[in-house]
């Protein structure tokens, strides 16, 4: 037994020791491990580092058929879809899209469900696909909740530029005028105002298209100024207003080099970034380094400890094997042992027996002193004699009994003594109730008191039981 337990304490200690080199923690789970792959991802990617937050997410994508957990699944296909959308890879999100769509049903219902829907919706129109977007983004519309008028009044924009596409000016300014039924804050986004413009240069209001992007250009970001100033610079062109023309031409080019210095600027950035990284993998080298000294300084201990538990298990043999030879003679001593109480069972048992006659004849040879007087009344008249006698017949038969008896409870009268002799020769309480002269009732309530005279701890343990202890 003791040589199993070292074998456990070993396994144990090595088990321990490895396992905090290794950093495993909860990689045995598919879902910690997909949540902590898509955590890293949503880091790098905050950072502008497409790449990697792709190769992170192809490493969770092993993992992802035993995730358990529709939400970690709805988040993982949603940084997927972002991915590929960054990418131009609309053909890919589609796909991707359709699963987060399965994933969303099991979730939180209609909001994740619909700006899915909507995603999707503009993933196919960025690949031209016009029924395939109207669709989606109609079912986005439907499973949208009723509260969320500004997502509901976004996709009636989309389906808004949808319809730019396909020169339908009528359905173009039905999805405007439901945007704005929707949320009447939406006339001021830019993508709202660009299908506007649009709409009115489709249906021939170029004056009022022109008019309208002259307001909205001030506070226009710089995407939708150069979008604007397109379709300006075409209204001043077909209107015959070449030099307006060519000055928003010239508008555009500033703010194209607006653009190219923000991307320079992102690029420099992107750069001092890249440096950061490079360092920061400089320090993980170094750590991995570190880590890997310290993992063979630990196995070079756990090989001096395993010496030291090979040294440890034959010693443990060696003692278990003493212990063996110990207990032999241990279980030899209790079988002489046990022979030795059953001898003195038999003993007691015996002495019992005898007791047993004792008070069987003891009864009888105090009857004629009993009965030797008695008053006019019926009650057995005992004088000083016939006590002392009583005393010594239960002396004959309960050797020392009265001795034993005031020695050990120097408080008692001798009347208490003489009582406690008819008690405990067994004598019948009617019997010991016409010695005194008393109902017999009365016996059991001296008897009560005589226990309390004796001693308080036998309140459990009758007094005939208690007094016959003076007789073995």
């Not at 020791?17 to 955590?39: F, K, M, P």
């Not at 009864?363 to 006019?376: E, F, G, Q, V, W």
Request: charged share 25%; hydrophobic share 40%.
């Amino acid at each position: 037994m003791r040589f199993l337990c070292y074998i456990s304490f070993a396994v144990v200690l090595i088990v321990s020791c490895y396992s905090g080199t290794e950093q495993t923690d909860s990689d045995n789970d598919s879902t910690s491990v997909v949540v902590r792959l898509i955590d890293d991802a949503r880091s790098v990617l905050d950072a502008d580092d497409a790449d990697s937050a792709f190769s992170l997410l192809l490493k969770a994508e092993p993992y992802l058929s035993g995730c358990g957990s529709n939400e970690v699944r709805y988040d993982y296909h949603d940084m997927m879809a972002r991915l590929y959308e960054r990418k131009n890879l609309f053909s890919m999100q589609e796909r991707v899209l359709q699963k987060k769509l399965a994933d969303a049903a099991g979730t939180d219902g209609l909001p994740k469900q619909a700006t899915t829907y909507y995603e999707l919706g503009v993933s196919r129109f960025a690949q031209a696909d016009i029924p395939g977007a109207v669709a989606s983004l109609n079912d986005a519309l439907s499973h949208s909740p009723i509260d969320s008028v500004s997502f509901m009044a976004q996709c009636y924009v989309m389906l808004g530029q949808v319809y730019l596409q396909t020169d339908n000016t009528d359905s173009l300014q039905w999805a405007l005028n439901q945007a704005l039924t929707a949320d009447s804050t939406i006339s001021a986004q830019p993508v709202y105002r660009l299908a506007e413009v649009y709409s009115l240069y489709g249906q021939g209001e170029k004056q009022a298209a022109a008019d309208k992007i002259n307001g909205y250009l001030p506070s226009s970001p710089l995407y939708a100024r150069i979008e604007l100033l397109n379709l300006l610079a075409t209204i001043h062109e077909e209107q015959g207003n070449l030099n307006r023309s060519l000055s928003d031409l010239r508008q555009i080019i500033a703010c194209n080099d607006s653009a190219a210095q923000i991307e320079a600027s992102e690029n420099t950035a992107k750069i001092h970034r890249l440096r950061h990284e490079e360092q920061m993998k400089s320090a993980q080298l170094e750590q991995d380094r570190l880590r890997a000294e310290s993992r063979a300084r630990t196995m070079t201990l756990i090989g001096l400890l395993a010496v030291a538990l090979a040294a440890g298990v034959l010693l443990s043999v060696w003692l278990a094997r003493r212990a063996v030879r110990a207990r032999q003679s241990e279980l030899e001593a209790l079988s002489l042992a046990e022979d030795a109480q059953a001898r003195e069972a038999e003993v007691r048992s015996m002495n019992q027996e005898l007791q047993q006659r004792y008070y069987s004849h003891l009864y009888a040879i105090l009857l004629p002193i009993l009965n030797a007087k008695r008053t006019k009344t019926g009650f057995i008249d005992l004088n000083e004699k016939s006590w002392r006698l009583i005393e010594e017949n239960t002396d004959m038969v309960l050797p020392n009994f009265t001795s034993m008896l005031r020695k050990n409870h120097p408080s008692l009268a001798d009347d208490d003594v003489r009582f406690c002799c008819l008690v405990v020769m067994q004598v019948p309480n009617p019997v010991i109730a016409s010695v005194y002269g008393i109902a017999p009732s009365s016996v059991s309530v001296r008897k009560q008191r005589m226990k309390k005279k004796l001693d308080e701890a036998i309140a459990n343990e009758t007094l005939e039981h208690y007094l016959s202890k003076y007789s073995l």
